[in-house]
């Protein structure tokens, strides 16, 4: 058998990371081929926040724009009390002086994918294919070969290296048996979205907002055309018992009625229910294969950082692969997981988890201290801006570039 390796990199996966990591490497001159399981990209409710840093390393690629002309800027969020209105709001512009970008950008995943899509359609080093899933994966000296199975059949498909961006089921995480490390939180989330105008019910509200109620939490975020709200479940509630029943329409009515009572009911767009995880595989450099995204770590939505820290990876591994494709050493590799995985660890799944923890905190003078803390830190224009170098990622990425 021959030990000429077919293609330079194949990535798996076309959701956001696996986009950004084929265009990356385009940018740098390397061909790649993507491969997507499915037949079409998705359309179903994910992810919607940019971060600051993200919308910088997007301009790269000639995406922003596009996104800045589609999406919805934010300048404030907020920690608030439902029933009395008190808010700690953290306002972005405090990091003028650090990004280009001083403000979070509310832009759905799935319009994001399809810009994405169209750059990769349009660059000739990328060839893309549809309805492809791995269903083995053999290393060999000098490559791996994964064996793809299409519409027509399977073929074999050899590649020098290739990149997991194929999500938090990842086929390729399986097929290299690492195991992903964690837990999953007891509660089912109800993602639902309506154009109902929470902004002229509920005073001061910015557009994202994370919201203590009663013994429970929501949160608000708003999009160009309608808002997003989380809800979670009630303490009478046993979602592990039956998580089903939290996406039923009449407990999502009932949620949305206590947030803003009236006579009709809420039109609700769209409503899906997920759970959430928090996992991390011990190593993002398993030989020529190489973990991105959700394949290598999920963390709890709150805070806006999973796809963000995803997209992130696919910048820093694109730019180490190309170097090592150009004839650089291969410890450009174990460079890249000593860079992303500490900070995953340690600045997103962390922090992801203490967004969370915070939230369903149910004790009320926990609450009151917690609220007047972070109101502190809001008003304070130094503790505000390192609350938000933190929590908009720019922190986690100065300290992986510190990492040699």
Known sequence: MSTQATVPVVVVGAGPVGLCTALCLARHGVATVLLERERQLPADLRASTFHPPTLEMLEDLGLTGAMLEGGLRVPTWQV??????????????????????PYRLQFEQAAFCQLALDAVRAEPRIRLSF???VKGLVRLDDAVSLNVAHPGGRDPLRARYVVAAD????????????PFE?????????????TFPFENHLPGLSPVNYVWIG????????????????LYPDPDEDPQAE????????????????????TGRYTVIEHRPYRVHQRIVPTYHSGRVLLAGDAAHVNSPSGGMGMNCGIHDAFSLAEKLAGVLAGGSEDLLALYDRQRRPVAADEILRQADRNRNRMRNTDP???????????????????????????????????????Q
């Open 80 to 101: 608030r009390q439902h029933e009395t209105h008190e808010r700690a709001v953290f306002d972005l512009g405090v990091l003028a002086a650090d990004t280009r970008h």
């Open 131 to 133: 309805g492809a899933e």
């Open 167 to 178: 999500g938090a089921s990842s086929t390729l995480r399986r097929l290299l048996a690492l």
């Open 182 to 194: 964690g837990l999953t939180y007891p509660e089912t989330t109800v993602l639902a979205t309506t």
């Open 215 to 230: 013994d429970s939490n929501y949160a608000l975020l708003r999009l160009p055309d309608c808002w997003r709200v989380s």
């Open 243 to 262: 998580p089903w029943r939290m996406d039923d329409p009449e407990r999502i009515e009932v949620k949305l009625q206590r947030i803003v009572p009236q």
């Open 365 to 403: 003078a926990w609450r009151r201290a917690e609220l007047a803390r972070l109101q502190a830190i809001a008003a304070d224009p130094a503790a505000a801006r390192e609350h938000l170098l933190a929590s908009s990622m720019i922190t986690g990425l100065r300290r992986a570039a510190a990492i």
